[in-house]
């Protein structure tokens, strides 16, 4: 068998890694619907000719956790069927998908009738069906309701359209054209990885590519198992809690406990409570894709994103839980899940690893979606990610406006929403004092409202982090928790974290995330950071002085020293309490 050297073994990797960025940007350019273009809720990968995962793009990471239990799913399906021009497409979570929004698209390549390789795209759609616009809504009870199910099929027969396939699809979603150019532009960035592998063989030769695909499969386990090698060994639990089930039911756990033991390391969710009613349930695979992101998250940049990763990872998530749901359970808001899947991961690795491990976020993206007929009566699914904050750092503090860790994702911008749909942004902007106090402060909430200015709309919500609120870690304390405001009609509604509703004309839509948490004493951060983030208008005069012992001049801004000392010496002490008026 042909032996791969060092440097060859990294012109591949590097090379690879290109080729599925490349078919990123492909995907990007050549999209239809602004979920895609502007919020990137997509992923690219290759994989070899056994199916297994050799480079990922610079997207969305839970997607492409993914790609190892789809692959196995559409072997287990066509076996040897899989024939040159053959394309395969699946969205159905109990046939290797993550949920009904997100379709994979994936192409095998050949060389001279050899199959070589596979490109995968991964994009979330506005519309696949279902009972209401989005196919995403937190009161779904069973998958029925959530779109239409794709099982592995195969949209080209040889480079054959199944013209039947795409008819079944237009047919059964609301915006067809945006659905069926999404699923193109997906072919599109998988001729582009085809393209770019045959150029690879074409340099190396079939055998090189061939040996090297496996081999870098098999150097990223070396170095991963080498990485937790040198962590210490032990168990650490951590539980962190959904504020609901989507259907108005009370707060679901989720726990996990993270054990390490030589160079291997187990995730175990036992504890974590049954499968719920509403729509916020996880497949196992987006389950492994979370332990797979986070200890990835926690090791060195240089760590080749291959399948390999997962080798040295066991996940025990017991069947009909909320992270790995059973026949029927729905699953299409289950991304509010993985994001607090994530934080408690992170919770549970920070005793193991306490340099390396930030506090909580926001708690992911939120999720709005706007669906109704334009004046025209024509469908739109305006579908918007709010992407928040980060929180503190062991040695920085949390991201402002930049996207949770979990995820890749953007906004629409201001200009292309209020172009597209007929709705009108009238707040957009980061929320002072909203950000945990610590020594390192946590990232500052994204408040934003809309203006539905036509007709009637279906409206749906997926937040989370307004009861249990973003925690700090080592001293530091939680952020602000998030908030829904419906105004219609002059009243004002605080509406739950998670809710099908529905908009008139004129009606508003408030949401503010939670901000990130605080990591490290608040007394210990330097005054000189809290002055400037008074300046900055991030903390405002009296939270610098009741949670930072910071005493300020509120007209010149200007830090009174003697006081703060004397101030942070009583706040020490036992028995202290922040904001009872003791603070002057």
Same mark, same amino acid.
């Given at each position: 068998?042909?032996?791969?050297?060092?440097?060859?073994?990294?012109?591949?990797?590097?090379?690879?890694?290109?080729?599925?960025?490349?078919?990123?940007?492909?995907?990007?350019?050549?999209?239809?619907?602004?979920?895609?273009?502007?919020?990137?809720?997509?992923?690219?990968?290759?994989?070899?000719?056994?199916?297994?995962?050799?480079?990922?793009?610079?997207?969305?990471?839970?997607?492409?956790?993914?790609?190892?239990?789809?692959?196995?799913?559409?072997?287990?399906?066509?076996?040897?069927?899989?024939?040159?021009?053959?394309?395969?497409?699946?969205?159905?979570?109990?046939?290797?998908?993550?949920?009904?929004?997100?379709?994979?698209?994936?192409?095998?390549?050949?060389?001279?009738?050899?199959?070589?390789?596979?490109?995968?795209?991964?994009?979330?759609?506005?519309?696949?069906?279902?009972?209401?616009?989005?196919?995403?809504?937190?009161?779904?009870?069973?998958?029925?309701?959530?779109?239409?199910?794709?099982?592995?099929?195969?949209?080209?027969?040889?480079?054959?359209?199944?013209?039947?396939?795409?008819?079944?699809?237009?047919?059964?979603?609301?915006?067809?054209?945006?659905?069926?150019?999404?699923?193109?532009?997906?072919?599109?960035?998988?001729?582009?990885?085809?393209?770019?592998?045959?150029?690879?063989?074409?340099?190396?030769?079939?055998?090189?590519?061939?040996?090297?695909?496996?081999?870098?499969?098999?150097?990223?386990?070396?170095?991963?198992?080498?990485?937790?090698?040198?962590?210490?060994?032990?168990?650490?639990?951590?539980?962190?809690?959904?504020?609901?089930?989507?259907?108005?039911?009370?707060?679901?756990?989720?726990?996990?406990?993270?054990?390490?033991?030589?160079?291997?390391?187990?995730?175990?969710?036992?504890?974590?409570?049954?499968?719920?009613?509403?729509?916020?349930?996880?497949?196992?695979?987006?389950?492994?894709?979370?332990?797979?992101?986070?200890?990835?998250?926690?090791?060195?940049?240089?760590?080749?994103?291959?399948?390999?990763?997962?080798?040295?990872?066991?996940?025990?998530?017991?069947?009909?839980?909320?992270?790995?749901?059973?026949?029927?359970?729905?699953?299409?808001?289950?991304?509010?899940?993985?994001?607090?899947?994530?934080?408690?991961?992170?919770?549970?690795?920070?005793?193991?690893?306490?340099?390396?491990?930030?506090?909580?976020?926001?708690?992911?993206?939120?999720?709005?979606?706007?669906?109704?007929?334009?004046?025209?009566?024509?469908?739109?699914?305006?579908?918007?990610?709010?992407?928040?904050?980060?929180?503190?750092?062991?040695?920085?503090?949390?991201?402002?406006?930049?996207?949770?860790?979990?995820?890749?994702?953007?906004?629409?911008? +201001?200009?292309? *929403?209020?172009?597209? =749909?007929? $709705?009108?942004? %009238?707040?957009?902007? @980061? /929320?002072? #004092?909203?950000?945990?106090?610590?020594?390192?402060?946590?990232?500052?909430?994204?408040?934003?409202?809309?203006?539905?200015?036509?007709?009637?709309?279906?409206?749906?919500?997926?937040?989370?982090?307004?009861?249990?609120?973003?925690?700090?870690?080592?001293?530091?304390?939680?952020?602000?928790?998030?908030?829904?405001?419906?105004?219609?009609?002059?009243?004002?509604?605080?509406?739950?974290?998670?809710?099908?509703?529905?908009?008139?004309?004129?009606?508003?839509?408030?949401?503010?995330?939670?901000?990130?948490?605080?990591?490290?004493?608040?007394?210990?951060?330097?005054?000189?950071?809290?002055?400037?983030?008074?300046?900055?208008?991030?903390?405002? +005069?009296?939270? *610098?002085?009741?949670? =930072?012992? $910071?005493?300020? %001049?509120?007209?010149? @801004? /200007?830090? #009174?020293?003697?006081?703060?000392?004397?101030?942070?010496?009583?706040?020490?002490?036992?028995?202290?309490?922040?904001?009872?008026?003791?603070?002057?």
């Amino acid at each position: 068998m042909t032996q791969i050297d060092p440097i060859t073994r990294e012109i591949m990797q590097n090379a690879l890694s290109a080729a599925a960025d490349e078919m990123s940007a492909a995907l990007y350019r050549t999209a239809y619907s602004t979920i895609v273009r502007d919020c990137l809720d997509y992923s690219t990968s290759l994989c070899n000719a056994e199916g297994r995962m050799i480079a990922q793009g610079v997207t969305i990471p839970l997607h492409l956790g993914s790609v190892p239990y789809a692959m196995a799913a559409l072997f287990e399906r066509f076996g040897d069927e899989i024939d040159p021009g053959d394309v395969f497409i699946l969205n159905d979570p109990f046939d290797g998908g993550m949920h009904i929004p997100d379709i994979f698209i994936v192409q095998p390549i050949f060389w001279h009738d050899r199959r070589v390789a596979f490109a995968v795209s991964t994009a979330h759609h506005l519309d696949l069906g279902g009972r209401l616009p989005g196919s995403s809504a937190c009161d779904n009870t069973e998958i029925f309701q959530e779109g239409i199910r794709i099982p592995w099929l195969k949209l080209y027969r040889r480079g054959e359209p199944d013209e039947s396939i795409f008819s079944l699809i237009r047919t059964n979603v609301r915006v067809p054209q945006m659905t069926i150019g999404d699923i193109r532009a997906q072919l599109a960035a998988c001729h582009i990885g085809e393209r770019a592998v045959h150029s690879l063989i074409e340099r190396y030769g079939y055998d090189t590519f061939h040996a090297g695909s496996r081999d870098l499969i098999d150097y990223t386990e070396r170095l991963v198992r080498s990485e937790i090698a040198s962590w210490p060994d032990g168990s650490h639990s951590f539980t962190d809690y959904l504020d609901s089930d989507g259907v108005g039911g009370p707060r679901v756990r989720i726990r996990v406990t993270i054990t390490v033991r030589g160079d291997s390391l187990t995730a175990d969710f036992t504890g974590t409570d049954p499968q719920v009613r509403g729509a916020v349930n996880s497949t196992l695979s987006f389950t492994a894709a979370v332990v797979a992101l986070c200890v990835r998250a926690v090791m060195r940049e240089d760590i080749p994103n291959t399948e390999g990763m997962f080798r040295p990872l066991e996940i025990i998530a017991p069947e009909g839980t909320l992270v790995n749901v059973r026949m029927p359970g729905a699953s299409s808001m289950r991304g509010v899940t993985g994001f607090r899947m994530t934080d408690v991961v992170f919770g549970a690795l920070s005793g193991l690893l306490p340099d390396r491990v930030l506090a909580a976020g926001e708690g992911g993206n939120s999720l709005v979606i706007i669906g109704g007929q334009r004046r025209d009566r024509s469908h739109y699914v305006y579908y918007e990610l709010l992407s928040g904050t980060w929180g503190a750092r062991p040695d920085r503090d949390g991201n402002d406006g930049l996207c949770n860790p979990a995820n890749v994702a953007s906004n629409i911008p +201001v200009e292309q *929403a209020e172009c597209e =749909y007929p $709705v009108r942004i %009238d707040r957009y902007g @980061l /929320v002072c #004092d909203s950000g945990g106090p610590g020594r390192f402060r946590g990232g500052m909430a994204i408040e934003r409202e809309w203006t539905l200015l036509s007709g009637e709309a279906h409206l749906a919500i997926r937040s989370d982090r307004r009861d249990h609120l973003p925690y700090g870690l080592y001293g530091g304390k939680p952020a602000t928790g998030s908030t829904n405001v419906l105004y219609s009609g002059g009243s004002r509604e605080e509406l739950p974290t998670m809710i099908s509703t529905s908009m008139s004309a004129g009606d508003r839509i408030y949401h503010r995330q939670a901000g990130g948490g605080g990591w490290g004493h608040a007394l210990e951060r330097d005054p000189a950071a809290v002055a400037r983030d008074v300046r900055d208008g991030r903390v405002s +005069v009296n939270r *610098a002085r009741e949670q =930072y012992g $910071v005493v300020m %001049d509120p007209g010149t @801004l /200007v830090v #009174d020293h003697a006081e703060t000392s004397d101030l942070r010496l009583r706040m020490a002490r036992p028995g202290f309490v922040p904001g009872s008026g003791n603070t002057g």
